[in-house]
């Protein structure tokens, strides 16, 4: 039974295309593990690097283990608090993800259904929408994101920052990136609303509603994805920025970004390790998503022909 | 750009108490209450945002919070270091991402080509922190040829201190510009790349192959004058990308510029330069777009002469 | 002296192009498509020659052949392209210098073929230095000359323009110009008048039949329309799956047509001068089908119960006009240039007034701009009138507010549209598409019921049960249209709207679908508005006819009177210019 859906999705163009491209298929399989990990956080990691009980300032500043003076216990070191390298590591790929994550799909729901909503409907809304997606645009994602977070920032007293700071962070990234959904989905409404399929359901008396989510945005879901990955790169490289910059996420749920952040004072002093591993992590999660998005680009494009 | 004022104004009053801030919290009563009565916070809403206008227009941003100094004078400061930056990144990015963007797109499937695109893939996929603290590492640490923080020496021109006049300016320019100019210079060559490709396919081209016109000239006159145009759409939102990187180029390098001011203002919840920096930045954008428009009325023959007979 | 002329008589011995044993495949992953097996055939100069064929067959793979510009992963596997007995394949070298020189080409879109950034003068200088030896004012000066040639008034002022400038007509006969420019000896036309509208059409092709004799060239036309092949060719070669199934002199092939394949093609073909019952059919084997009405709609009738046979006006159209002015902005750009940018308004439908009765086929026809599909947007609520009264069954089909009232009409008026591609979702199923409005209507349906209507529809319409599951893209254009007609009459429609329903399908399949709309309406009493450009067409479907020129009626009579005594100007010229297969028979 598994042969016979494997065989079919091979069959398809898509599933071709995957099988036949190597970059594809590892790209994919990196995530997968990567996925599993954060998700598994708890089994996978030796160490939870924040419960205060289980470091020890002794351990500090232990290198990797292949390295003198490491020790087998820590396999890629410890940092300046003695908390195992590779758990944080771990803990912090987590926290990238979910933001990540969030803040794509906010931005996707809410850039989708206006960008829909505008290429169908038309006139005056048609109008705002698109001018204010054109003026965010214009604005880049990170100085969105750092106006909004700092706008919310001066708006939320002292004490619930640390609380909110993870939701006000995907609400700024989400906001950041929005535009690009809309845009896209615009375009793509457009192009179908004239095909005679949507004129025939207008004829019978379809609600608007049912013919722009039921007829159209099935139709229109390929570009979007592709976005949506190249997107979800954007966003995690976007959170891991203002993390560095030490506007992301609260230090007590380090991401990789502030992970980096840490170790950059140890850079120069020898103790390369704390920021080298979060930063190879972050590079080869940025990396996978973003060979995989790029193949599906090339994949799902029906002007590009088949060789 | 109101709307931007607007909300750079609100900000302005209605976050946090600008008094307090100023005055330290300790101050007594009467002292807040002067204040107040001169920054004319008493008087109503739509009076202290015209006023707020007023003084914008004239250039003038209010003090800053943390530095105790005139905003206007701060940027004033900043602002050659950020633009002398932006420009040279700007310049490497699209004149070395067009080359390489038609490059590859004429030959797709050469070897060139895919170590170039691989490369590039790098560029979109490495944030510029890191990139800047690569660089840093490599050639700083390890090589010690290039500075690893601050501007170098800097000539005097009026206003205008510049580091392009100098050697150790210029030194001091190469690592920061390079780290900023990579995500653009990446993002240029897949852009051309895909316009390049798409153009060899369609149907004019096809044609002016079956003219016998050379492949040189179709390569490098047809098609690449059609596949400039998405790029002068996109150098526009280029520049205004690169001056929000800047920020994190600045931090990185220590770079004096407007990024590293706003950054920390940010940090501190300095308000004046936190608006201020909206404004200034929402001004360039929107002169940005409007170069861009008119680029392309002059280029584009379309919408020039939009008379069609149909 | 003796050489020379020695090679010139040897040269009018040779064919200008002989092809042979021509084989073209496509390897896809899948399996290797067969473009074009063991073509074989020869052209003169001062000959015209068609090939034509259904979609599919592989014209214009040939065509693309001979200068070496197929669309990769197409190649030729095997075969000889000689030019005056120069062998052009695997001679890069040879084919880049007489791409161009010898050989002109004319693609189908004339609105695609020309670089849009670059103006005309620009494009033909190009071409002209590019292979014949002249300097800028003399290439300026014959570039000129050329597009005079063509039938280009005010040559000197229009070189100057940029493509989008021109009308589509204008812009082939630039195109034309650019093919000719370099003086070759051979022009091959892929579908050149195929987007063109009929007066237009027949301009160019005398166009290109002058260009042959005055400058005693060799053409290859690819085509899919017999009536141009009739009016046009000296020869004309027959393809299908690739294959040459039949070629000769044109006269002797049409009269006689001997294959089967080009039996169907030339019977298909809606005569132009008379008018027939049905449209005949050839069988696979060769024998004709004279199928009578089968009786297809018994079994729905029983479902939808019987429905009375008024012959009442069902539809009536007063004073009907529409206005689109593009509100575009682009006109704040002005800057006061040369070329003036008002808003542009366009009178799509101007004072339209016709009425259409139960039972009878009704036909809009004109060119491209008449405003025909307009009139059919706005009795089906797409768009809406700027003037005018539209009654359905004696009821206001707009309220004051020039609201459509979809309730006055429900689901009786249908339409079945143009582009098969487009009108069925692509990812809905067959069987989810018909029912959508089924379920629309009857809300409450049972699902057994709802399948016994699907089983219906789709029988009656001639296909398969198992269609039901499958999705539109593993149908043909046919049989979209098929689906498209069974989604139609879901809603038990009174009025039928057929859009150009046949434009876009081959000639044979255009028969068979055709019939079957005259037998469902027959059957099911409907009332029809047929919209075409396409005269013969028209003529076989509809009682009455409409003619429309740039939004406003020309004439309205009755089908056979129109033909044989056409009173206004326009309808005289369109049925003169229509190409006719009858013309060499």
Wanted: net charge neutral.
């Amino acid at each position: 039974m598994l042969n016979k859906t494997f065989n079919k999705i091979y069959d398809t163009d898509i599933g071709y295309s995957f099988f036949n491209s190597k970059i594809a298929m590892i790209s994919s399989a990196v995530l997968f593990i990567i996925f599993l990990c954060s998700i598994f956080a708890g089994v996978v990691s030796p160490y939870n690097p924040f419960d205060p009980a289980s470091v020890s300032l002794m351990d500090a500043f232990t290198p990797p283990s292949w390295s003198e003076g490491g020790s087998p216990s820590f396999i890629l070191g410890t940092d300046q608090q003695g908390r195992d390298m590779f758990s944080t590591i771990i803990y912090g790929s987590r926290i990238s993800l979910i933001v990540g994550f969030a803040s794509i799909l906010f931005a996707m729901i809410l850039g989708v259904f206006l960008g829909v909503t505008a290429g169908y409907i038309g006139g005056r809304y048609e109008i705002i929408v698109m001018r204010v997606t054109d003026v965010q645009l214009t604005i880049p994602s990170i100085l969105m994101a750092l106006l909004v977070n700092g706008i919310a920032k001066s708006v939320i007293s002292q004490s619930m920052h640390s609380e909110m700071a993870i939701y006000v962070l995907i609400f700024a990234i989400g906001i950041s990136e929005w535009p690009q959904f809309a845009r896209v989905s615009r375009a793509s409404t457009l192009v179908e609303k004239n095909k005679e399929y949507v004129s025939a359901s207008r004829i019978i008396g379809l609600s608007n509603v049912l013919i722009m989510f039921k007829h159209i945005l099935p139709n229109i879901l390929r570009p979007l994805l592709v976005i949506a990955t190249i997107g979800l790169a954007l966003a995690i490289i976007t959170e891991s920025t203002l993390s560095f910059l030490g506007v992301g996420v609260p230090p007590t749920t380090p991401s990789l970004g502030t992970l980096i952040r840490f170790g950059n004072s140890f850079l120069f002093s020898g103790e390369w390790w704390i920021t080298f591993f979060p930063a190879i992590f972050l590079i080869v999660l940025a990396l996978s998503i973003n060979l995989l998005g790029d193949w599906m680009r090339d994949a799902l494009n029906p002007k590009l022909k088949i060789r | 750009m109101i709307v931007v004022a607007f909300v750079s104004f609100s900000l302005f009053n209605f976050v946090g108490d600008p008094v307090n801030s100023m005055t330290g919290i300790d101050a007594s009563y009467e002292r807040q209450a002067e204040v107040r009565e001169i920054l004319g916070l008493n008087d109503p809403v739509y009076i202290q945002f015209s006023r707020f206008l007023g003084n914008v227009v004239q250039g003038d941003f209010g003090i800053s919070y943390q530095l105790k100094r005139e905003v206007s004078d701060l940027i004033a400061e900043r602002m050659p270091a950020t633009l002398e930056l932006v420009f040279v990144s700007a310049l490497l990015a699209i004149v070395i991402g067009v080359i390489l963007g038609v490059y590859t797109g004429i030959h797709r499937d050469s070897f060139v080509s895919n170590v170039i695109l691989v490369v590039s893939l790098a560029g979109v996929s490495l944030p510029t922190f890191i990139i800047g603290i690569m660089l840093i590492y490599l050639f700083s640490v390890i090589l010690g040829v290039l500075p690893s923080f601050g501007r170098g020496e800097v000539v005097q021109l009026g206003f205008w201190a510049t580091g392009f006049l100098t050697v150790s300016g210029l030194k001091a320019l190469i690592l920061p510009s390079v780290t900023l100019s990579l995500f653009q210079m990446t993002y240029v060559i897949r852009l051309v790349r895909a316009e390049m490709m798409e153009i060899l396919q369609t149907d004019y081209i096809k044609f002016a192959r079956a003219r016998g016109i050379k492949k040189n000239a179709i390569n490098y006159k047809h098609a690449l004058k059609n596949g400039l145009i998405p790029v002068i759409t996109i150098t526009g939102i280029n520049i205004g990308t690169l001056i929000a990187f800047s920020i994190i180029t600045e931090t990185v390098f220590q770079w004096p510029g407007m990024g590293l001011l706003f950054i920390n203002a940010v940090y501190f919840v300095d308000i004046p330069i936190m608006s201020a920096y909206m404004i200034m930045v929402a001004f360039i954008f929107v002169m940005i777009n409007f170069i861009v428009d008119i680029t392309y009325y002059f280029i584009d023959p379309r919408i020039r002469l939009k008379e069609e007979a149909s | 002296m003796d050489e020379r002329r020695l090679k010139s008589k040897i040269k009018n011995k040779m064919s200008l192009l002989k092809v042979k044993n021509l084989n073209i495949s496509y390897p896809t992953r899948k399996e290797t498509i067969v473009a074009s097996k063991d073509v074989e055939f020869t052209l003169e100069r001062g000959e015209i020659l068609g090939i034509v064929g259904e979609s599919g067959s592989g014209k214009s793979t040939i065509a693309n052949a001979i200068i070496n510009l197929i669309d990769p992963p197409g190649e030729i596997t095997s075969g000889s392209i000689k030019i005056d007995n120069d062998e052009l394949r695997d001679n890069e070298e040879l084919i880049q210098e007489i791409r161009g020189k010898k050989i002109g080409f004319v693609f189908q879109d004339p609105q695609t073929s020309l670089n849009p950034l670059f103006k005309i003068k620009d494009q033909l200088i190009e071409t002209i230095q590019t292979h014949l030896n002249l300097d800028y004012q003399d290439a300026l000066k014959k570039s000129i000359q050329l597009l005079e040639e063509v039938g280009i008034d005010n040559a000197e002022k229009r070189i100057e323009d940029y493509p989008h400038q021109f009308s589509g007509g204008m812009r082939q006969r630039v195109v034309i110009a650019l093919a000719i420019s370099c003086e070759p000896d051979l022009i091959i036309a892929d579908e050149p008048t195929t987007a063109l509208d009929v007066s237009i059409q027949h301009q160019i092709l005398e166009l290109l039949k002058d260009l042959t004799k005055k400058r005693n060239l060799g053409v290859m036309i690819i085509t899919h329309d017999m009536g141009v092949i009739a009016e046009t060719t000296d020869k004309v070669i027959v393809m299908r799956h690739g294959l040459i199934v039949e070629q000769g002199d044109t006269k002797e092939l049409l009269t006689n047509p001997k294959s089967n394949e080009a039996r169907s093609l030339v019977i298909s073909v809606p005569p132009t001068n008379k008018k027939i019952d049905r449209f005949k059919l050839i069988s696979p084997d060769g024998k004709e089908i004279t199928s009578d009405s089968k009786n297809l709609t018994k079994d729905i009738i029983k479902t939808w119960g019987a429905r009375e046979n008024t012959n009442q006006k069902l539809l009536e159209l007063s004073g009907v006009t529409k206005i689109f002015d593009d509100k575009s902005l682009v006109s704040n750009f002005s800057f006061g240039s040369k070329n003036e940018t008002a808003a542009k308004v366009v009178k799509a439908v101007d004072n339209v007034s016709f009425e259409l009765f139960e039972g009878e086929t009704l036909g809009l026809v004109g060119e491209s701009g008449s405003g025909k599909s307009t009139i059919a947007k706005i009795i089906t609520g797409l768009v809406r009138p700027t003037n005018g009264e539209i009654f359905y069954n004696n009821l206001s089909l707009y309220n004051s507010k020039r609201k459509y009232q979809i309730d006055k009409s429900r689901g009786q008026v249908q339409m079945i549209f143009q582009d098969p591609y487009s009108s069925l979702n692509p990812r809905f199923k067959v069987r989810d598409i018909i029912s959508e409005p089924i379920r629309l209507f009857q809300k409450n349906i049972s699902s057994s019921e709802l399948t016994k209507n699907l089983y219906d529809l789709i029988d009656i319409v001639g296909m398969s049960r198992q269609s039901l599951d499958r999705y539109p893209h593993e149908f043909s254009g046919g049989q979209r249209q098929r689906i498209s007609i069974a989604r139609a009459l879901a809603t038990r429609p009174r009025l039928l709207i057929c859009d150009e329903p046949t434009s876009a399908l081959d000639v044979s399949i255009q028969a068979q679908v055709l019939n079957l709309l005259k037998d469902i309406q027959d059957e099911l009493h409907l009332a029809m508005l047929f919209i075409s450009h396409d005269l013969p067409v028209i003529r076989q479907m509809c009682n009455r006819i409409v003619v429309l020129k740039n939004g406003i009626v020309c004439e309205t009579k009755e089908s056979e009177e129109l033909f044989n005594n056409p009173e206004h100007p326009y309808t005289q010229e369109l049925i003169r210019l229509m190409p006719k297969i009858e013309s060499i028979i």
